[in-house]
């Protein structure tokens, strides 16, 4: 498999359920070192977040992620991201998370690369 470099790529997201915060006006800001990934997002319902993740053998992210919304509430969960290489050379997340704060629901996303030349 071939490793994937998330350092200095953008992120949104396509696709979020019901009771998640991120939606198609979060923008992320990936870094990498290693298998250390770590992002700063904001937009939408999210006034300031970050996340950091461990890049596993299989290429997945194991993640944490910590924000305050517009609610003034501080949030925070886990998630399991699983990436997908579009045709054209973007990178797609699946992913599974679950909050650890507020009302602890589960649910499911897709993040996205947003293409550069679109930008």
Same mark, same amino acid.
């Given at each position: 498999m071939n490793k994937i470099n998330y350092?200095?790529? &953008?992120? &949104?997201?396509?696709?979020?359920? !019901?009771?998640? !915060?991120?939606?198609d006006e979060t923008i992320f800001q990936y870094h990498q070192? !290693?298998?250390l990934v770590w992002a700063?997002?904001?937009g939408g319902?999210?006034?300031?977040?970050? *996340?950091i993740a461990k890049v596993? /053998?299989?290429?997945?992210l194991d993640?944490?992620?910590?924000? *305050?919304n517009k609610k003034g509430e501080l949030m925070t969960g886990i998630c399991k991201s699983i990436p997908e290489i579009l045709n054209d050379g973007r990178i797609r997340l699946h992913e599974k998370w679950k909050w650890t704060?507020?009302?602890?629901? /589960?649910? &499911?996303?897709?993040v996205?690369?947003?293409d550069s030349t679109k930008v």
């Open positions: 350092d200095g790529k &953008t992120f &949104t997201s396509i696709q979020n359920s !019901e009771t998640g !915060e991120v939606s070192n !290693e298998n700063e997002y904001s319902e999210i006034v300031f977040g970050n *996340l596993d /053998e299989n290429g997945n993640m944490r992620y910590q924000h *305050l704060s507020g009302d602890f629901s /589960e649910g &499911t996303s897709v996205e690369e947003v």
